[in-house]
């Protein structure tokens, strides 16, 4: 079986600054990781996938994550926030199944 | 080209009630998967549907039920409802299940279930 953890469940930053927002997962087979944002009221949107090759993955809206193995993590970070990046983000891992962690706010303020 | 369209936006329910939940997939695909997302929680796994038929299962009673329409659209049914079910209800869809972890899953905007 496959699990998530996102250990913050909010994350507060001024505009312009940088983010990290951390994601483990425990798996006893090889899985595939995902970045999902959800804006309030609005379904998931995916942000980056890892699934083979170079462990730095960019997605859109200026963000990337890193896939380490030997940490079991996949963080997930931007350079520089904006106010619209205020939305609730979620890790995923899949084997057989998309598996979700508990998601971070990310609340960002002028 | 539409992506994701869910049906309704919202319902209220009262206990022991039982529901109906629409999904219509993004052109071109034939897989639904549907979540189950309660409040300041991520994304549950409930089913997924290919080739009009239950292909994987989460952790889910059997009060909740599903079907596939020969067009790919599909329906989550929740019987005997309690509290605990108030929840916002995500469809995914994708392309051809068991071709790989490629077939990126698209989401809908969600029905958010409340039940009383």
């Known amino acids: 079986a496959q699990s998530v953890t996102q250990l913050d469940s909010q994350v507060p930053v001024f505009e312009e600054a940088p983010v990290e927002l951390r994601c483990n997962y425990s798996?006893?087979?090889?899985?595939?990781l995902f970045w999902y944002v959800q804006y309030p009221n609005q379904g998931l949107q995916l942000l980056l996938k890892?699934?083979?090759?170079?462990?730095l993955v960019k997605g859109i809206n200026g963000f990337e994550a890193e896939f380490n193995k030997s940490q079991t993590s996949f963080h997930l970070r931007k350079p520089s926030v904006h106010i619209s990046d205020t939305a609730e983000y979620f890790c995923?891992?899949?084997?057989?199944?998309?598996?979700f962690g508990t998601g971070t706010r990310l609340l960002v303020s002028p | 080209d539409a992506g994701v369209t869910q049906s309704p936006t919202h319902l209220i329910k009262t206990r022991g009630q039982q529901v109906t939940l629409r999904c219509s997939p993004k052109?071109?695909?034939?897989?639904v998967s549907w979540y189950q997302q309660a409040l300041g929680q991520g994304p549950q796994f409930i089913f997924q549907y290919y080739e009009e038929e239950e292909r994987q299962r989460g952790n889910f009673p059997d009060r909740f039920s599903g079907h596939q329409f020969p067009n790919y659209s599909s329906e989550l049914n929740v019987n005997a409802l309690l509290l605990g079910d108030s929840a916002l209800y995500l469809c995914a869809s994708s392309l051809a299940m068991g071709t790989g972890v490629n077939n990126e899953q698209f989401f809908g905007p969600g029905t958010r279930l409340t039940v009383l």
């Open positions: 052109s071109g695909h034939d897989t």
């Open positions: 890892y699934l083979s090759g170079s462990t």
């Open positions: 798996s006893s087979v090889s899985v595939y």
């Open positions: 995923a891992v899949r084997a057989q199944k998309l598996v």
